[in-house]
RNA sequence: CAAGUAAACCGGGUGGCCGCCCCGGACUCCGGGGAGGAAAGUCCGAGCUCCACCGGGCAGGGUGCUGGGUAACGCCCAGGAGGGGUGACUCUAUGGAAAGUGCCACAGAAACAUACCGCCCCGCGUCAGCGAGGUAAGGGUGAAAUGGUGGGGUAAGAGCCCACCAGCGACUGGGUGACCGGUCGGCUGGGUAAACCCCAUCCGGAGCAAGGCCAAAUAGAGGGACAUAAGGAUGCCCGGCCUGUCCCCGGGUUGGCCGCUUGACCCUGACGGAAACGUCAGGGCUAGAUAGAUGGCCAUCGUCCUUCCGGUGAUGGAAGGAUACAGAACUCGGCUUACAGGUUUACUUGGCCU
RNA sequence: CGGGGUGUGGCGCAGCCUGGUCAGCGCGCAUGGUUUGGGACCAUGAGGUCGGAGGUUCAAAUCCUCUCACCCCGA
C-alpha cells in the first residue's frame, strides 16, 4: 500500500496507540491522534483473535474499501482495531460500525445533503 | 442395477461500474500480468548464503526386509514375507532374542530353571498312611508352561521309536537379492529390542530477520583475557592449519537497494524401461508484496438440495436455500492434514435379463 | 523462521520418566445425619471416550507415530 493517507511504520502506530483517543463498539476500536497534517492518514490493526489469515485479510479488505469511499476531516492520524467479532461479518453492518464511530469522534465529513443527525 | 476397491482430475463461467500491486510504453493515459491443490501444518530432504579451512576419534541423533529411481530423503516404483478381506485390493519402525543385561504384574508349584494335585515302582505298616525314587502324559493357573495330532512302547511315562505337520541345521536347485523349492539329519525348552543394547548406514552449525551494498546517526583514550598463550566449525578430545585476536559493558540507526524469482521449471512429441523415472527434439515465461497487492457492489448462467404444481414415466416449471477447505513472503522435491459438489478410467462381488 | 510447554469428572491439579496391583486428591454437586433453621462438621454416593486416530505389547493415561486445539519464548 503506498500513499500519503496511509499510516505504514510501526512507530506511527506505536504513537497513536499510546497518545491518541479512543472510541468503541462492539465490532471496532478506533484510536485518533491529531497529526498537524494537511490530510488524514488511517491505519488497521487485525489481531490474530479475529480469524484465520482469510478471515484477517477479508476484514482488511473491507474496512480498506469502506475508508475509500468515505471522505475524512484532515489533520488526524486514525487505527481500527478489528475486534474478534469481526470475523465473517457483512459490508453494511461494517460500514455502519465505521460511520458510528468516526461521527461520533467527529472525523466524519458528510459527503450528501440528505443525510442528517437524528433528533430524538 | 446395487454394493465396493484402486487410480487420475476439476474445484465455478460470462459481463458491467469503482479500486489495489508489479512490468512495459507514454507523461498521467494506454497495454500486459496478478494465489493453491493443498499457497496450510512445518514432519523430512535439498539448493542458496555465512560461519577462514582439512582430517580422525568419542558422545549424541536419524533411518532400518530386498532390488531399483532420485540432486537428496524418513519420499516414489517393483518384489519378498507376515496379517486382514469371498474378492478387486489393502496394512506393516518388517535387521538381530544361540553377544550380554533388564523386565514379564495378578494368578500359579514354577515365568527360567521348576513339581502343587497327580501317575508308577520299591521299602515299612493290620489299616489310615509314612519314607526313598522315577515321570512330566492328565488336572489346575496364566497372555504365555518346554513342539502339535495319531500310533507303538512302558511299572508309569517321555521324540524313547514311527508317520504327517511346524521349527532348526547341513547339502542342493532357482533368483541380482529379500526369499522360494527339494533331499537328508539329530529329534528341538518362551516373550519383549516402538526396554537398554548389538549390527549396518547416514548426519558440522545456523538460517533470506541468511548475507551484501548505500545513506543517515553516535562516544568509545571504558573494562577484561592472553605469550609454556588465546581464539577460530557453535557437545568433547586429538593432529594439522590460520590469525594480534577474542569476550563483556556503553552509544547510534530501525531508512533505501540488491538477494527476489529462469527453475533438479512448464507444455507437446519421440525413444529407453515392467514401473518409479531417464534421454533427446520443439515451444513457452507463468505473482513478487513489505502494516504486507490479487478486492468491493451488481446482473446473469451453471451445479446441488428442499418445498409446491403438472405428468404413467422420461422429465418440465416456480419459489427459497447452498456453492467447500483455504491466501504466496528465498526457492524447489516429498509427506501429512482440511475440503461443498462433481467428472473419468480400470477392476471385484452379488442380483436380474438375453 | 526457530525453540519449548500443556491437554485427565463442573473447576484446579497428581499419576506418565520406571506399562499391570490405579484412574486418585482438594473444591464443588446430590442424599442422609447433626441444628429450631442455616453455616460449619460427619457419613455415603454420583460423575472421567485420560484431546483425537492408529500401532507395539498378554496388557497403554503411561511407550511409538501421525494429528487437533491452546499457551509461552527468541530473532
Redesign the pocket.
Known sequence: ???EQ?????????FVYNKGNSWANNLLVMKALSNGLMSSRY???VG??VG????R??V???L??IL??TTLRPGWDI?FIARSSTAGV???ELEKAVKDLLSRAGLLVESYENVSLRSD
Open positions: 500500500m503506498r500513499g496511509y499510516l505504514r511504520k510501526p512507530v506511527q502506530y506505536a491505519g488497521f490493526s490474530r483473535r484465520k489469515a482469510v478471515v485479510n477479508r482488511k479488505r473491507l480498506r474499501e475509500r469511499a487505527i457483512k459490508y453494511a
